[in-house]
């Protein structure tokens, strides 16, 4: 590491408006550090050291700044903590232009880590301008001999992510965006085939961002959904914008953002009010969940009811973006539940969701019995967790799934008290500590 001269006044008075101790920022830094896949171990002397000048290692000063960020309430940079930042994303630029960038990076090994070292970023996690003009869902057209292998490569890498898990073909998706999708956003185009390229582009940039989000990525996720969603606005349609506000909310839920979460939901839902019922049961079922999580239990329940409603008017089964599986609305019923106290009611929902997952889901199959192993356990009922637990792994096996191997820890650390009983020892056998 190099040393500066002179001490981080900075840094020490970004602590004190935090009113955080030394041995707090570092703390914070380790749990940023988990988001982006990394295990850190940082104390109090490191932030000492920062202090007195030494500049850390990429990507610290972004993960201290984001850090700051949180606990204070705004925007902080490396630089106004002192820092600096040799991962800056410049000024904004114009969807295309940006998100070609972003590809090729991600394409480019030797400058794909500082990129997937980047962290989430709650200041981004804010709801865009919606697509101009007045909304409106517009079908994609026919498979031209442009857009087909497009609409290929959409089909090909969701139903990838469902039976392989995140982690599998990766690196495949993005190298296909950078040398493939890109230059075709880039050429002249009549304005409904640009307006359907863009669509494509934005739905396989959404895919990706699933992918890094199921690597547990958290930061080069958020990314990929960015541009996602300026793709999708820059087409004007704004069905396929909400679709990706959706799943940003979905991801600052699971990262405990809820002020973010119900903004973004809430303009998802406003979104895709004249959208057809699959896309309407998407954004209703998650803004039912993060409405549950606040504590809103009159609303969450009445959109749970209006998502129901609108899952019964949709098609049975479509292409990955125009379809939305019962089992995936049981899924969102039963976080419902689970947060509104419902235990019984969770477990229902989750059971069903289980008996109706297809059988080329197995990441969803094998999560789902993840979960309905932590609730079983929560009621007191562990020889039947446990054999939902060993369902899990069954599949478990077969993936390359971070959300797989998260649900992994989380089991050995709710069985760790029950570790003496016969069949909690076997299932922790098959799981060493470390895999």
Known sequence: ?????????????????????QEALARSVNILGAEIGATLRYDRTAVAHWLSGTQPRHPVPQLAAEALSRRIGRAVTPEAAGFVDTASEGPPIDPVTGFTALC?????ATRRVPLHQRPYRVADAVVPSPPPGPARYRALGQRAEETKALHDAVEFFASSIDAHGGRHARSALSAYLADDVAPLLSARRSPRMRAELLVLASRLAFLLARMYEDGLLHGVAQRYYNYAQR??????????????????????????????????????????????????????????????????????????????RSAEQAAAAGSP??????????????????????????????????????PADLRGRALTQARFGQLLLRAGRLDEACAAWSGFLDSRERLRSGDAEQAVRDMRQALHPHRH???????????PQGR
Do not use: C, I
């Open 1 to 21: 590491m190099k040393k500066r001269q002179v001490p981080n006044h900075r840094l020490r008075a970004l602590l004190t408006e935090a009113g955080w101790t």
């Open 104 to 108: 090729r990076s991600d394409a480019d």
């Open 231 to 308: 793709l999708a606005g820059e087409s004007g349609d704004r069905t396929a914008w909400s679709v990706v506000l959706r799943a940003m909310s979905a991801q600052a839920e699971r990262l405990g953002h809820l002020p973010s979460a119900l903004q973004l939901a809430e303009a998802a839902q406003q979104g895709a009010r004249v959208a057809p019922p699959a896309h309407q049961v998407y954004v209703q079922a998650q803004l039912a969940v993060v409405l549950a999580r606040s504590g809103e239990r009159r609303e969450s329940l009445a959109v749970l009811v209006r998502a129901e």
């Open 321 to 358: 973006f125009d379809s939305y599986p019962q089992a995936a609305l049981h899924f969102q019923t039963a976080a419902v539940l689970e947060a509104l106290g419902d235990l019984p009611g969770a477990l229902g929902a989750l059971r069903r969701s289980a008996v109706e997952r297809a």
């Open 421 to 431: 009983r016969r069949q909690t020892a076997e299932l922790l056998g098959r799981t």
